[in-house]
């Protein structure tokens, strides 16, 4: 159960789909409003030979679309970076005043956020 190697739908590098890719793309479209449900693009999903793959082009080349603008607008957008530094620089001053240990860092956000 602790080896990747024992579900292999689980993670695959880009541009190949996996479950964990599949799952968080969906859910942040449906979070940031970008659809209203995932319900076209689970039932358009098949598995073969242990691949995610879509039963037809125009569902693939929906979700290409749909992934693409999710990367672009919220993964890899200046308001993520800004996000992201913003997050580490705090970090950073909390261990450096040591309302933190970097030990803190490998808990969870709630025990981090509590100290």
Known sequence: MLHDKNFPLKEKNLPDLCADRIDYS???????????????FIEHLSVQNDQWIFIDLDSAEKFAELF????????????????????????????????????????TDKQVLQK
Request: charged share 20%; aromatic share 16%.
């Open 26 to 40: 969906l859910r942040s479209a449906m979070a940031f409003r970008e659809i209203q449900s995932a319900q076209y």
């Open 68 to 107: 693409l603008h999710i990367n672009t607008e919220y993964y890899s957008g200046i308001f993520s970076a800004v996000m992201f530094r913003t997050v580490g620089d705090y970090l950073r001053h909390a261990i450096q005043k040591k309302y933190i240990s970097k030990t803190d860092l490998y808990t």
